[in-house]
Structure formats: structure tokens, C-alpha cells
């Protein structure tokens, strides 16, 4: 890694998690850096989802820092601020595990959501929007462009006008993407998107992500799917029981000991572990 | 056919055990007090019609199995009525006056003030999906403050209007801000009991609102500085377009100013559904996790919510009070939060015409069947039960998108969620 002057754009240092006794994360530290794909992989209950809830403001971490910096140089202590203020102020979106669309409105409504804050702030208070005042109007159109044409990025906008819930599981995860997409974010953390994926719908998502990519918006995610990992990230962060076991390219990690130890349930410290037949690195392409 | 024969035997059986102590025994008074005298008879000719009733329906049944989309058409049609059914209401609610009686007109009033009660409280439980079990609060707050303000700084009711409602928007938000961490049930909880705390400090604080005894005296409204009154002097209505002064032309005024209200805070409403705020409501209502991965602010959109609606009653509340002329704390027990909730909930949540439709049911229905009071709650709550296997989401369940690219089309209710505070 050469060395780099400017400051990373997700700087973690010694992020700790505690739940009570329990020991989720422990002095973790790692970087994301501004433009690439970076994944964090590990074996279940290896402590991921616990450290995305800590950069999303959903938990507030125990002990360490984590820190964000916009190309621009302002930066955020993510730690110190409030869950909705992490989205707003710092820019930063997520998708959850299990999709969480609103599913009684529809795809566009979903999107229009998402820029709630935009739009809020061209109501005038509330007070002349509902008047019919201001320029609230021309920023509902300019809303309605921009999830349109996320709509379109995804392949959905044929069916803006049908409730999120009735769409399919494939086409919501896409939703949930395209939704974070539409707070304009300079950070998107994606909690497994592959999950529940077939073939040809992973090869999709991978284009989408790429995409994103080339719009200026760095990315994490978390993934089980070697598939995706391996082909699209740039550089991936392995954790195992709350610690991190490696850190690379994908070559160098797929290679490391560690992480082949901790995945086989083999080695030092591999006694509690998955079963074999969890063991993603073998269809890793 | 033996399975026909068991399912009527068991009906039976529960007829038995149900009607056995309802109708076989009868107590008498004698000299050596109650006793109780048994009557068998009547409970075997009821059983046993019980057990015929249920033996033919199960027969009807095994011969029309095609029953069920016969039925699904029919709520579909209903479906598609609705859209000419909102106007059909409004146009009958403006002619109203002009063709009905005096006792009709009243009537007519009393629906208004629940049907603008609906549509405020569909803010909170409809839209924002927050349970509030106390919101006769608002409403006595709207009353007391309208009471209060017009008696002891002489105000009109339109100058006091606003303030009525502003008081108790203030109070949604003092009561939302140490309420909204709670969700579900332990908000529902904590809204009644600010619902019985407002209502006992009206009672108790003697000094400031009269106690039990209530305010009376308080102002009529006026139209323009018209005021209307049994006299045809200058500056009465009667006066001013010489006509013969006349007591139901305050009733018409004060029906088309709670119509006015209550159109008012439709209006809001359906204006608000379209703007960030009220979409950020409804979402609220189906997921708050997502809402704030999206930098919503919960709090203070709750507290909106909660203000709006609050605002909307207190409205109301003012309302009630020149109309009345007179208000008690009686006026505002947990029995009007209940009514008002129940109006919103047997109307569909977040559904505006269903709040009227619920309205008309529930005030007008109870209020013209007086007559038959005694067997009033027992028609009312085999109406609910019939709610709750024909409708279970409401009268009119679904909901129109706010914004669309093409045609919009009508949300299925299935995939609503209901909010858990």
C-alpha cells in the first residue's frame, strides 16, 4: 500500500463493542478508501453486521473512533453523532440484511422518501408548500427525475407505480440500493446484498455496484458471496470472533492462512466455528 | 353428513351453555325473597332451533359453493362506488340544511364534530401510525382554552380560534416529547393516562375552570360581527338582511362552520400526504428503522404528527364550546377518545372517507336509533363483529399513492403496515 496523503475516506481505529459481558468487536481498525469497493467478510457471528451498525449510528460503539472525510476535508467523529445525522450531515447510506422497504408505497414513493431532506427543505417551513407556494414544485420535479433515473439504473422503472412489498425479492434488494442511493451519499455500506441472489441476478448486482462506483460513491459491504467479493472488491478486511484475522487485495487474503483456518474451522483458534460445508472460498472465482 | 350432524350438535351444545343461565332461569321476588325458578322449556325450543338454523345453513352451503365470488365482485364494485361516493357526500352535506329539519341540522353538527375529530386523530393513528388513547386531551384543551380566553379577555370566537389550536399543539408537543421513545403498547398506555391526567386537573383546578360545575356564559360565534340572536336590532344577522329573527339560523350558520373546519383539515391533510412531511409520516408508519438509515429525524417528525393532530382537535374543541355554550369535564372522558379511535379504525386507517362513512355509522346511527336504546350496544357490537370477518381493515381499506409516473392504482391493504408506535 503506498502511502497516501490524503486521509482515507472511513478511517476505523480501535472500534470496541460490547453487549455486556459479551465481546462483539474488538479494537478493530481498518480504512476504506475514497473510489474502491471495500468488503468485510468473516464467518458467521464473526461480529460484521455489529460493526456496520456502529458506522450507521445504530449502536454507539464502546471505545475507538470512526472517521470520515469528505474529498472536500470536512470530516465526521461518526461515533459522536445522532443515528439520522450520519445519513444527513455525513452522507452516508446503508441497506440492512434483511430489506427494510416501506412496502404499502410504492417503488417512486420509496425514492422520494429517501430525499426527504432535500425536499423538506424547499417546503418553506411546510407552510407554503401546502399553499401551493414556492419552489417546492420545481423541486418535487427534480425529485421525481432523479428517482426515475435510479429507477431506470436498477431495471425497475417499469414498475415505479407498484407497491415495494409486491415487487420480488431480487428487484427489492435492488430497490433498497437504489433507495440509499437517492440520499447521495459519498459512502454506501451494504449488508449482504447477494443474499438470497441466483446467478444471474449476482452478475447484475455486480455491474450495478461497478456503476455506482463510476458515479463517485465509494463502497462497503459486508458479503458472504466469494462471488462477489473476490471479483469486484478492491480491498477486503477479514474479521473473525470480533478481531480482524487479515487485510488486503483479494489475492493476498484469499492466500493467508488465517482466513483459510477460520473459514475450515481448522488451526488455533478454529474450534467453535462453521462446519466446512460453509466454507465460501472454495467457489471463490 | 355425519360431520354436518356434529357441527350441529356442538353449535347446540354452545347454545345450551350459553342460553341455560341467560334465559332458563328466572328470579322472582317473593316474601321470602329472590328465588330462582327454572324454565326448561324455552331453552330446548332454543337449542333445538339453534341446532335446525345450523343444520340448514351447513346444507345451503354444500350447495352453493360458488358463493364467495359473488361476494368478492360485490366488494370490488363497492371499491370502485368510492370514488363517486366522497363528492356524492360532500354535495349532500352542503345541501343539507336547506332540505332537513331542525333536528337533522343538529345531528348534522354533532357527525361534522366527530368526522373532524376522525380526520385529526387519522394524522396521528392513520398516517404516522402512533396509537394515541388520549386524544379527548387535545379536544378539552381546545374547549377550556376557546372557554377561558373568550370570557376572561373578551375575544371573539375567530380570534380565539387560532389560539385554541395552538394551545393545544402545544400540548401534543409537551405531551410527544418525553412519549415518543415508547412504541406500541407503552405509548398507547402513557396517551390514556394523559388523557385522564387532563381530565382531572380540569376537575380538580376549581379556581381556573370552574371544577365539576364546568364554564357556562361562553360566547356564539359571529358572522362578520353579525351576531345572531332572537331580536332583529342593528348588528344582528337577522337585522342586517332584514329577515324575521329566527333561532334555526344560528344552527344552519354554526353546521356550515364546523363544515368548514372540518373541510379545512381534510384539505390540510390531503395536502400534507403530498409533501415530504407526510410521506415521511407513512413511512414512519411501515418502517422507523429505515426512515433513519435515510437521516429522517424521527423526533421531530413524531412530534409533528403529534402536533398536527393535536392542533386539528383543539380546533374542534373550540368548536364544541360555542357551540354548547356550556362544557364540563364530563364532556371529555376516555369514552370520546375511545369513540374517536373507533370512528378512525372502523373507517380504515390513514382513509379519509372511511373516517366519514365510520361517522355516519357510528354518531348517526346510535343517535337515530334511540328509540330501541336498550338493544343498541348488542346491534352495535354484532356490527363490529361483522367488521371484523367482512372488513377487518376498515371500511375503506387500501391507499391511493401520493406521487406516480403513470395511472396511480390503489395499494392493497394486505401490504400496509400498521405502525407500532
Redesign the interface.
Known amino acids: 500500500m503506498p502511502p497516501n496523503a490524503a486521509p482515507p475516506l472511513l478511517s476505523v481505529e480501535r472500534l470496541g463493542m460490547r453487549f455486556g459481558g459479551l465481546v462483539a468487536v474488538d479494537a478493530l481498525s481498518f480504512a476504506a478508501r475514497r473510489g474502491e469497493i471495500t468488503a468485510l467478510i468473516g464467518p458467521n457471528g464473526a461480529g460484521k453486521t455489529t460493526v456496520f451498525n456502529c458506522i ?3 449502536y454507539r460503539p464502546s471505545s475507538g473512533t470512526i472517521l470520515l472525510t469528505h474529498a472536500d476535508g470536512s470530516a465526521y467523529r461518526l461515533e459522536r453523532l445522532a ?6 450531515r455525513a452522507r452516508l ?2 441497506t ?1 440484511q434483511n430489506v ?7 417503488a ?2 420509496n425514492l ?6 432535500t ?2 427543505a424547499a ?1 418553506g417551513f ?1 407552510v407554503l ?2 399553499l ?1 407556494l414556492g419552489r ?1 414544485r420545481a423541486a ?1 420535479r427534480a425529485a ?1 427525475a432523479r428517482a ?1 433515473e435510479w429507477l431506470d439504473a436498477v431495471g425497475l ?1 417499469s414498475r ?4 415495494a ?2 415487487l420480488p425479492y431480487g428487484a427489492q434488494r435492488r430497490l433498497e440500493i437504489a ?2 442511493m437517492c ?1 447521495g451519499p459519498v459512502l454506501l455500506c451494504l449488508d449482504e446484498p447477494a443474499a438470497g441472489l441466483n446467478l444471474r441476478e449476482t452478475e447484475e448486482l455486480n455491474a450495478l455496484l461497478l456503476r455506482i462506483l463510476a458515479t463517485g460513491c465509494s463502497i462497503l459491504l459486508i458479503e458472504h458471496d466469494m462471488g462477489v467479493v473476490m471479483r469486484i472488491s478492491d480491498h477486503i478486511v477479514v474479521l473473525d470472533h470480533g478481531r480482524k484475522i487479515s487485510d488486503g487485495t483479494p489475492e493476498a487474503v484469499r492466500a493467508d492462512p488465517r482466513v483459510i483456518a477460520a473459514y475450515l474451522g481448522e488451526g488455533d483458534e478454529g474450534a467453535e466455528d462453521e462446519p466446512v460445508a460453509a466454507c465460501p472460498l472454495a467457489g471463490a472465482g | 353428513m355425519r360431520t354436518a350432524l356434529g357441527d350441529a350438535f356442538i353449535s347446540a351444545l354452545v347454545a345450551l351453555g350459553l342460553f341455560a343461565p341467560m334465559v332458563g332461569l328466572l328470579t322472582a321476588p317473593t316474601d321470602k325473597g329472590l328465588v330462582l325458578i327454572p324454565r326448561p322449556m324455552p331453552v330446548a325450543a332454543i337449542v333445538a332451533a339453534v341446532f335446525a338454523a345450523r343444520l340448514a345453513f351447513l346444507a345451503w352451503r354444500a350447495r352453493r359453493p360458488a358463493a364467495r365470488p359473488g361476494l368478492r365482485a360485490l366488494a370490488e364494485r363497492a371499491t370502485a362506488a368510492t370514488k363517486y361516493l366522497g363528492p356524492g357526500v360532500l354535495a349532500f352535506a352542503l345541501v343539507l340544511p336547506l332540505l332537513a329539519g331542525r333536528y337533522y341540522i343538529d345531528l348534522g353538527i354533532l357527525v361534522l364534530t366527530y368526522v373532524m375529530l376522525g380526520w385529526g386523530l387519522n394524522i396521528v393513528v392513520g398516517l404516522a401510525g402512533l396509537l394515541d388513547l388520549g386524544y379527548a386531551a387535545f379536544y378539552a384543551v381546545g374547549a377550556y382554552s376557546y372557554a377561558l380566553i373568550a370570557q376572561d379577555f373578551g375575544l371573539g370566537f375567530w380570534t380565539c380560534l387560532p389560539l385554541a389550536g395552538l394551545f393545544a399543539a402545544l400540548w401534543g408537543v409537551m405531551l410527544g416529547f418525553p412519549v415518543l421513545r415508547l412504541r406500541g403498547d407503552y405509548l398507547a398506555i402513557v396517551t390514556l393516562a394523559f388523557g385522564e391526567i387532563i381530565r382531572v386537573v380540569i376537575t380538580n383546578w376549581v379556581s381556573l375552570t370552574g371544577g365539576p360545575n364546568g364554564i357556562s356564559g361562553i360566547p356564539r360565534p359571529t358572522l362578520f360581527g353579525l351576531r345572531f340572536g332572537a331580536s332583529a336590532g342593528p348588528g344582528t344577522f337577522a337585522g342586517f338582511f332584514h329577515l324575521a329573527p329566527s333561532p334555526s339560523q344560528r344552527v344552519i350558520f354554526l353546521y356550515y362552520v364546523i363544515l368548514g373546519l372540518a373541510l379545512l383539515t381534510n384539505w390540510v391533510t390531503l395536502r400534507l400526504r403530498r409533501l415530504p412531511l407526510g410521506r415521511a409520516w407513512e413511512a414512519l408508519r411501515e418502517d422507523e428503522v429505515a426512515c433513519r438509515s435515510l437521516g429522517i429525524n424521527i423526533t421531530t417528525t413524531k412530534l409533528t404528527a403529534f402536533a398536527m393532530g393535536a392542533m386539528f382537535g383543539g380546533f374542534a374543541g373550540a368548536f364544541f364550546a360555542t357551540r354548547q355554550g356550556f362544557i364540563s369535564p364530563e364532556s371529555f372522558t376516555f369514552m370520546e377518545s375511545a369513540t374517536v379511535l373507533s370512528i378512525v379504525v372502523l373507517g380504515g386507517l390513514g382513509s379519509q372517507l372511511g373516517v366519514v362513512l365510520a361517522a355516519l355509522v357510528m354518531i348517526g346511527g346510535s343517535e337515530l336509533s334511540r328509540s330501541f336504546a336498550d338493544y343498541r350496544m348488542l346491534v352495535f357490537g354484532l356490527g363490529l363483529v361483522a367488521m371484523m370477518v367482512l372488513r377487518p381493515r376498515g371500511l375503506v381499506a387500501g391507499r391511493t399513492p401520493t406521487v406516480t409516473l403513470g395511472q396511480p392504482r390503489e395499494i392493497p391493504a394486505e401490504l400496509l403496515a400498521e405502525g407500532r408506535g
Open positions: 450507521t449510528g445504530f443515528g439520522h445525522r450520519i445519513a444527513r447510506a446503508r440492512f427494510r422497504l416501506f412496502a404499502g408505497m410504492t417512486l414513493e422520494m422518501v429517501a430525499q426527504h431532506n425536499l423538506m417546503t411546510g408548500a401546502v401551493g417546492y418535487e421525481v426515475s422503472l415505479a407505480d407498484d407497491p412489498g409486491a433507495r440509499a440520499t
